[in-house]
């Protein structure tokens, strides 16, 4: 596969080109109902709730856009006025009962409501690199950590030899495990992880990769007191942080320069790119239960505005499918969350 290229404008105008990344695995993607049966052996199946990142709750918001926003994308995310947010805070896995105490993902998912029945969709996490390169390697690290009928548990043996073959598939256990545990779900960065482009009204574009960072800080817990909290403080202490007005981030982006991988979202940017915000988005309600407007949406990524495009990354482009399906079965059993 040949490397590809970008043709992008700095924040300057100075025209660069952005060298992808050049995968060695084919890209024929996994069947989707596959893939999602494949979730669902390895990580177990619970009626109702979503395949990954279960355990959650809904929130609505709202964002109003920069001018630097403005100035690099027409889309109307950056008018300036505020954008109401559907908004879904979930930790990561299949569990439903998974422990907030624990160094694992976060999930900040969000739908933009735009002007003219336009909707921008987002799946971003608590790392700035995704679990796999491509499906093809997320396939075949679920199917390597399937547990074994008769033990119950993963071959240790399969689970090493994937991952000597796939090293890319350390990073972000690694990242999680060299963190402290989040104290919020609005106290710690979200990552896009993909590669975006940005395209104003003169045609110009702008290439990077988002965040979105607590305006407040990043705020975490010691060992001691995330113990000390227990498996269920993340839901109410949410509540309280938004109902006293400090559940807000800034929409950051970090601005790829030439030969940066945009293609591989277990690749980030490197550090000390630099970085512009494009708005703020604030938390302003938190659902009391299980109930809310994110409840059967799906959050796709590939789900733009006008004036906002993705990177020709396998991991982003196959979201779509799998996604859809999970839904359709979710609906069946009756969401939850």
Aim: glycine share 10%; net charge positive.
């Amino acid at each position: 596969m040949k490397p590809i290229k970008f043709t992008c404008l700095a924040i300057s105008i100075l025209s660069i080109g952005i060298s992808g990344f050049a995968s060695n695995v084919a890209l024929a993607d996994p069947d989707p109902i596959s893939m999602v049966n494949q979730f669902e052996m390895t990580a177990g199946k619970f009626e109702g709730f979503r395949r990954s990142g279960a355990k959650g709750v809904c929130a609505t918001g709202e964002f109003v856009g920069s001018p630097e926003g403005k100035n690099i994308s027409s889309s109307s995310a950056f008018s300036g006025n505020a954008i109401p947010v559907i908004v879904r805070f979930s930790v990561g896995g299949a569990n439903p009962k998974a422990a907030d105490n624990t160094k694992t993902q976060r999930n900040l998912a969000l739908q933009f409501n735009l002007p003219n029945n336009e909707f921008w969709q987002m799946g971003n996490i608590s790392a700035p690199v995704f679990g796999s390169a491509t499906p093809e390697q997320l396939f075949g690290r679920l199917q390597s950590s399937q547990p074994d009928p008769t033990t119950k548990t993963a071959d240790p043996a399969k689970v090493k030899a994937f991952a000597d073959a796939n090293p890319a598939v350390l990073l972000q256990g690694k990242y999680f495990a060299s963190k402290p545990v989040p104290a919020s779900y609005a106290s710690t960065n979200y990552w896009g992880v993909h590669g975006f482009g940005f395209t104003n009204a003169n045609n110009e574009k702008v290439w990077g990769k988002w965040v979105f960072e607590p305006v407040d800080g990043v705020q975490t817990l010691s060992d001691e007191d995330a113990k000390s909290k227990g498996p269920n403080f993340l839901f109410d202490e949410l509540r309280q942080r938004v109902a006293s007005g400090k559940a807000s981030f800034n929409f950051n982006l970090e601005i790829a320069q030439a030969g940066d991988v945009l293609d591989n979202a277990t690749v980030p940017l490197p550090e000390g790119r630099k970085k512009i915000t494009l708005g703020v988005l604030k938390v302003v309600s938190v659902s009391a239960d299980g109930t809310g407007p994110c409840l059967s949406i799906t959050f796709d990524p590939n789900i733009m505005p006008k004036g906002v495009e993705g990177a020709p990354d396998p991991m982003l482009r196959a979201r779509t499918a799998p996604y859809a399906i999970s839904l359709g079965r979710r609906i069946t059993e009756g969401s939850k969350q």
